[in-house]
């Protein structure tokens, strides 16, 4: 762990501490704004489809600018759409509220690269661990994202709009944080193989599994986190309690980072990411168990586990699929992924939770869970046969 690592690592916690709030209290103002019911998550599905949105344009920054100033627009995208937000909520605009979360989408996009960046900040034995390791910069916004929500919640007259300035100011000390650290320069091109197209990239088994992995997990655990809310609020729970909730799930996500990788790297991706698979289904079968507070916490601590194992496994695989001239085609093609399953799934959630039930949310979930099991079989079986015609 490097000085610059360990700076990556918290901007990765600031960049969650964002993420939690924005999903915390989103899809409640949503609720209390939008015009019809089912609508209350459009704020949380804004701000997917603005990353997804902004995966393009990403890719060209980055390429162009450098990691750094790349990383440095994407917070300043954070702060000013934080503070439009909070403009949105204090003058009830539902609309605009929607428009400011697209707009936070290009932040969304910019700092979902920063798993990417940390295996550029370590020599190749040691990637599975960087990873691993900035990803567990996480729990910063899993202790402080909740508490920052409830604590700002009644800071002005107008629910959460405290919550919106605290996701400005948060940004701008993660634009301090970024302004000491150092990227390695790209490597030359002279005399390296030309850039292969995107197209073949993407056929490639291992890429096809690593970004259906790591779009599926993702989408399972963006279902099942933007609804509980609004659904422990349906069951007369405190929001409270739906914060204290969150706050486990995200410990869940990220405190396994500090050992993921080195399970990884001992068992390999794929068996680690079957065991988040498990996790998953054992999170479904907990949620459908009940409708009290434990249960609504345990379920999300195993789902936010096993995303953890599912999502790190991921990105480690996806690793293997590109050269360094590649990466930002390649990066940008696996966080459209990501976010566009992230679009689909806000979207679902504030419908399925607002007009069918938690229950059937639940009973939906299987299926993403299922194909995610059968990529995982496909590709061990690829690699299997592969291996065979080789000896």
């Known amino acids: 762990m490097n000085r610059s690592l360990w700076l990556l ?8 501490t964002n993420n939690v709030t924005f999903i915390a209290i989103n899809g409640l103002v949503g609720l209390a704004l939008a015009p019809l019911g089912w609508m209350a998550t459009l704020p949380v599905m804004g701000y997917v489809v603005g990353g997804a949105l902004s995966t393009g344009l990403v890719a060209r920054t980055q390429q162009r600018w450098g990691r750094q100033r790349s990383f440095q627009a994407g917070l300043l995208v954070a702060a000013l759409s934080a503070l439009l937000c909070a403009y949105a909520a204090v003058s009830r605009n539902f609309w605009l509220l929607c428009l400011a979360t697209v707009v936070a989408g290009y932040y969304n996009a910019n ?13 190749a034995p040691a990637r599975e661990k960087a990873v691993s390791m900035v990803m567990a910069g996480g729990l910063l916004g899993a202790v402080v994202g909740p508490n920052l929500a409830a604590r700002t919640r009644d800071l002005f007259a107008v629910p959460f709009a405290g919550a919106y300035l605290a996701l400005a ?3 701008l000390l993660s634009m301090v944080l970024m302004s000491f650290l150092r990227f390695p320069a790209p490597p030359a091109r002279a005399g390296q193989p030309a850039s292969r197209p995107l197209a073949e990239l993407m056929r490639q088994p291992t890429f096809i599994v690593a970004a259906a992995a790591g779009a599926l997990s993702f989408g399972v655990m963006n279902l099942l986190m933007a609804a509980t809310p609004i659904a422990m609020q349906q069951c007369g729970l405190p929001f409270s309690d739906a914060a204290l909730v969150l706050e486990w799930h995200v410990i869940g996500m990220f405190a396994p980072g500090f050992f993921t990788g080195s399970l990884i790297k001992r068992f390999g991706a794929l068996p680690i990411m079957g065991v988040g698979v498990l996790l998953n289904l054992v999170c479904i079968a907990v949620a459908l168990s009940g409708l009290d507070l434990h249960q609504f916490l345990v379920a999300l601590f195993v789902l936010g586990v096993g995303w953890n194992f599912l999502f790190t496994g991921s990105t480690t695989l996806s690793l293997s699929t590109y050269r360094p001239e590649e990466k930002d085609k390649a990066q940008a093609a696996l966080n459209f992924f990501v976010m566009f399953t992230l679009a689909l799934t806000s979207l679902a959630s ?6 069918q039930g938690w229950a059937l949310l639940n009973w939906g979930s299987v299926v993403p869970v299922a194909i995610t099991a059968l990529a995982l079989g496909w590709l061990a079986l690829h690699r299997r046969r592969t291996a065979a015609a080789a000896a």
């Not at 690592?9 to 969650?16: F, N």
């Not at 700092?111 to 020599?123: I, K, M, P, Q, S």
């Not at 504030?350 to 007009?355: A, D, F, I, Q």
Request: hydrophobic share 60%; net charge negative; with cysteine.
């Open 9 to 16: 690592a918290a901007c990765q916690g600031l960049y969650l």
């Open 169 to 171: 100011v948060v940004a």
């Open 111 to 123: 700092a979902g690269l920063y798993r990417f960046a940390a295996a550029e900040l370590v020599d």
């Open 350 to 355: 504030g419908v399925l939770v607002t007009t």
